[in-house]
């Protein structure tokens, strides 16, 4: 059933969506004519109540995108309605270029512009369709400019993501092709994080299509347990080195005295869920004028980034224990600037010189922790390193 409805959609729509665009562009003309002729806004209640429109829902080929496809998908697949939620498109006022199915877990989304989801893209000439994990394109327009930036954040989240999932036996990492020339279809493009193409010439029946999705359901829950609901924190749940890297630009915060409330872990249970914020790294950084904080001598290299000195954030509480506290401990006061030797030191040296460098920033760090409200004793931090 879902096989066929995806085969007529792919051999109609393009006779449809021609037909749909003339009767827009008629509408258009007698609806401009129109306002003209009375001297009416867009914004009078004569010209809302008199100009044409059309309901592209009402039209029985894009109502297979819109109704039809998604409905039963969503049955045979089984998803639970307080979890998920399936939509079609085809276009908002004006008809795209690239129509969709998504399906979106509800915690993370409800919507095709952000986060992160799973989503049937239609290529531009109907010769197929992809199942997609893929992600949002409005959300790094909105947060990146120029476009080019928000294309270049956007491929960059999708190439890190890569690398983090498992292999998905039956999808690719390889880059899909829409055939389409909005920037829309380029953002759905560089977004992909993996799919499995479906020919219009050869699709498979409807048990392998839900098999694929519930398979792709699967991975979209891995990804939600790495990333948390947020993909454009993915920079938070970096490994080491990339915070490392993060922590050498950011901004500079001028943050409010006493308790600083402690974000929400991701979605997850490695210890390393906890997401570190590179700006306040960054401002630990800068506040330590970029110098090493066991010794002011050690000199490394001048970062490209910043032209200061190279040196490395350690969270002197480490982040791993944030649940043994109600306030955030990623912030300046817990980050210690350190050369990469030093930081090393915290964790690979005897048990003698890590006990004498944690005994020191301790009696350093510890009353400007106390006015973040953040309390702790020796002893147990030392236990937090097995020392």
């Not at 080929?61 to 109704?67: K, Q």
């Not at 877990?105 to 095709?112: H, L, P, Q, W």
């Not at 699709?203 to 991975?219: C, F, M």
Request: hydrophobic share 35%; aromatic share 10%; glycine share 4%.
């Amino acid at each position: 059933m879902i096989s066929n409805l995806f085969n007529e959609f792919l051999r109609s729509w393009e006779i449809e969506k021609d037909a749909i665009h003339k009767v827009m562009d008629e509408n258009k003309i007698f609806n401009e004519k129109y306002r003209v002729e009375y001297n009416l806004s867009t914004k009078d209640k004569e010209y809302k109540k008199n100009k044409k429109s059309i309901q592209v829902s009402k039209n029985k080929i894009a109502s297979l995108i819109l109704n039809d496809i998604p409905s039963n998908i969503f049955g045979k697949a089984s998803l639970l309605e307080t979890e998920y939620k399936i939509q079609g498109s085809v276009g908002k006022g004006n008809i795209s270029e690239i129509p969709w199915i998504c399906i979106f877990d509800k915690e993370i989304t409800e919507s095709a512009e952000s986060g992160f989801y799973i989503v049937y893209l239609l290529k531009a000439d109907m010769s197929g369709f992809y199942l997609s994990l893929n992600q949002g394109w409005t959300q790094y327009e909105r947060n990146f400019k120029p476009k080019s930036i928000a294309m270049a954040e956007i491929e960059k989240s999708a190439l890190k993501l890569k690398k983090k999932l498992k292999t998905i036996s039956g999808f690719s990492f390889d880059p899909i092709d829409l055939k389409g020339s909005s920037s829309l279809a380029k953002g759905y493009e560089l977004g992909n994080i993996c799919s499995l193409y479906y020919d219009s010439n050869n699709l498979p029946n409807s048990s392998a299509l839900i098999n694929d999705l519930q398979k792709l359901i699967g991975t979209y829950r891995e990804l939600k347990a790495i990333v948390g609901i947020d993909i454009l924190d993915i920079d938070l749940v970096l490994d080491e080195e990339e915070f490392q890297v993060r922590s050498q630009t950011g901004k500079l915060r001028v943050l409010k005295p006493g308790k600083i409330a402690k974000k929400k872990k991701t979605i997850g249970s490695s210890s390393s869920s906890w997401r570190r914020d590179p700006d306040m790294a960054f401002l630990a950084l800068s506040n330590a004028n970029f110098l090493c904080e066991e010794n002011s001598t050690h000199k490394t290299f001048i970062s490209p980034i910043t032209s200061e000195q190279f040196v490395e954030a350690h969270h002197l509480i480490p982040m791993e224990f944030q649940v043994d506290f109600d306030p955030s401990i990623d912030i300046p006061e817990n980050i210690i600037s350190l050369c990469p030797n030093c930081h090393r030191a915290f964790h690979n040296s005897t048990n003698e010189l890590k006990s004498k460098l944690i005994k020191k920033f301790y009696s350093i760090r510890k009353d400007s922790l106390i006015k973040r409200e953040i309390f702790i004793r020796q002893e147990k931090l030392l236990g937090y390193y097995k020392t």
